[in-house]
């Protein structure tokens, strides 16, 4: 037997990936989730017993209970993390070069940029750049 909610709101979010639009349906409906069930008709997530704390940290999670107590890391792949951390700074690096190079008329000689309102001109490098940092920070 499927359980039928009624619908409260659609939304439509179109999203840029890997250089196509993509338009997706966000859906939101009234009630209660629904419990999942194993194949045996036993429900997959279970209610535990007693109490527990946690503190959630920047990159890190503490936790207690009556019978254990854990701290967990988040960030488990840190090397991965910094080598996308380098891959978006030279990113930036690239795209400063190029839009340096192509509006060098609303830069200041000491290299700051001008004051006022000024017209950017953007080259297709750096449009192409531009699309690998989108996908880097998806």
């Keep these: 037997c499927i359980d039928t909610y009624r619908p409260c709101y659609a939304t439509l979010v179109p999203r840029m990936i890997r250089g196509k639009y993509r338009v997706y349906l966000h859906l939101t409906i009234e009630g209660k989730a629904?419990?999942?069930?194993?194949?045996?008709?036993?429900?997959?997530?279970?209610?535990?017993?007693?109490?527990?704390?946690?503190?959630?940290?920047?990159?890190?999670?503490?936790?207690?209970?009556?019978?254990?107590?854990?701290?967990?890391?988040?960030?488990?792949?840190?090397?991965?993390?910094?080598?996308?951390?380098?891959?978006?700074?030279?990113?930036?690096?690239?795209?400063?070069?190029?839009?340096?190079?192509?509006?060098?008329?609303?830069?200041?000689?000491?290299?700051t940029v001008k004051k006022g309102r000024k017209t950017w001109k953007y080259s297709n490098h750096y449009k192409k750049l531009k699309t690998k940092h989108s996908e880097l920070c998806r």
């Design 34 to 111: 629904k419990p999942k069930y194993d194949r045996f008709g036993n429900p997959r997530h279970k209610y535990g017993k007693g109490m527990i704390g946690a503190d959630i940290g920047t990159q890190t999670v503490a936790y207690t209970s009556d019978t254990e107590v854990g701290l967990k890391n988040l960030s488990e792949r840190g090397s991965s993390i910094q080598t996308s951390e380098r891959k978006e700074r030279l990113l930036h690096r690239a795209m400063d070069r190029s839009r340096r190079a192509t509006n060098p008329q609303n830069y200041n000689d000491d290299g």
